[in-house]
């Protein structure tokens, strides 16, 4: 990859290396154009409207619905049999209108880990109020989850299956695709949260054979604003809201009756953030053109020299899985890489790197209690996380000034 080229779409990069592409990637030039050009050439609603503005932002809309569901495996936008693809704001509300949308019933159980973000946990905690039973699987002290723990959990009974495909606290990488094939030996649904992994590397909805992911835009160079919900069968979630622009038809009102559209519309309520959706078509094709495969191998280089370095550097603690295979033969750990440097606060490395050579990582929990108090890490953890707009001088430049703020530690 040329990533020297690949910067000239990140004017920001001038100044800075940015390595927290775990919490938010860049938005590239052509993609800022993109969502720049609705405004200033065709900005009217989606949905509504006859003249020729409001019919050019529906295409586009609607072409944007298609390159997500393409981008993923999942086929076209609206309710054919390759899935739904639903815009959202992002990981968490995709996640949450499966919380909230599934019919759900005294004694109904969910699995998930203690690997999991926030949002892919704190939804199915809440769901307990409804007498819903919750099996968390622990990861051992390496953060890898074993699959024959999710033998042993998935049982005839459990309604969904709820796990992260990549860690964005320690860059673990799930096999979901023998947790798929566990989940349909038992009846139970998948919902695979490819918040981390949808952006940086291949992700197939028919190879995983899940039945919901979900994934942010703003972390695949999209703008703010643009998330995705995939369910694999339309009717097996309700609508989180209803109103305006999701209605076919209001019959009488005493009665309260009325008819939601087929397809995505049914679950868009209301005007939605339709520059961030278009944007984020822009973001697919951006990716497109310089390719998911390679994209990937990109990252597992840089990771791998990355991961090198820092145990060659004394007094930094690297977490995580080790680099290599699992047992199914697939990578153990993607591009994100949490450490620590003795004797200093995460949030004190953070600081020194930015002031001494701007270089922006994240510190602390990375929305990960659980698990951080599970690996005894009070204070959580210094997180790397890499994009292909990063290059070897990237690492190297991370790599030295993390080895002088340790030697004055």
């Not at 050009?37 to 932002?57: C, E, I």
Request: net charge neutral; charged share 25%.
């Amino acid at each position: 990859m040329d990533v020297q080229e690949i910067k000239k779409d990140f004017p920001i990069l001038k100044d800075v290396i940015y390595l927290d592409s775990a919490s938010t990637g860049l938005t590239p030039e052509p993609v800022l154009e993109a969502v720049l050009d609705y405004y200033h050439s065709y900005k009217a609603n989606v949905g509504r409207g006859v003249y020729r503005m409001a019919q050019l932002a529906d295409q586009r809309y609607r072409d944007a619905h298609r390159q997500a569901a393409e981008f993923v495996g999942g086929g076209g936008g609206g309710s054919r049999p390759e899935g739904m693809t639903i815009f959202t704001r992002n990981t968490t509300e995709s996640i949450n209108i499966v919380a909230r949308g599934m019919r759900w019933k005294k004694g109904d159980r969910i699995v998930t880990s203690l690997a999991e973000h926030h949002s892919n946990l704190l939804p199915w905690l809440k769901l307990k109020e409804k007498g819903v039973e919750l099996q968390i699987i622990k990861p051992d002290k390496t953060g890898r989850l074993d699959l024959a723990d999710y033998e042993k959990a998935i049982t005839k009974g459990t309604r969904l299956v709820a796990a992260s495909q990549l860690s964005n606290a320690l860059g673990t990488v799930l096999p979901v695709k023998e947790i798929s094939k566990i989940c349909r030996e038992r009846g139970s649904a998948l919902l695979v949260d490819g918040a981390q992994s949808v952006p940086h590397m291949p992700v197939n909805v028919t190879e995983i054979d899940c039945d919901f992911l979900c994934f942010s835009g703003h972390k695949m160079l999209a703008p703010m604003g643009a998330g995705v919900l995939w369910i694999k069968k339309e009717g097996e979630v309700e609508p989180l809201l209803v109103g305006g622009g999701m209605v076919q038809d209001v019959g009488d009102l005493c009665e309260g009756g009325y008819e939601i559209k087929k397809g995505y519309e049914g679950y868009e309520a209301g005007t939605p953030d339709i520059s961030a959706g278009i944007g984020l078509g822009a973001a697919v094709d951006f990716l497109n053109r310089w390719g998911m495969e390679e994209i990937h191998n990109h990252e597992k280089r840089l990771t791998a020299k990355l991961l090198e370095g820092l145990q060659g550097i004394n007094g930094v603690e690297v977490y995580g899985p080790a680099p290599g295979s699992n047992r199914q033969g697939q990578p153990q750990r993607g591009g994100v890489v949490s450490f620590a440097v003795k004797g200093l606060l995460p949030h004190e490395v953070a600081l020194m790197l930015d002031q001494a050579s701007s270089i922006c990582v994240r510190s602390g929990h990375h929305c990960c209690i659980p698990l951080m108090r599970h690996l005894g890490l009070k204070y959580g953890t210094v997180r790397a996380s890499l994009y292909l707009y990063n290059s070897e001088d990237d690492i190297e430049k991370l790599l030295g000034t993390l080895e002088q703020i340790a030697r004055m530690a």
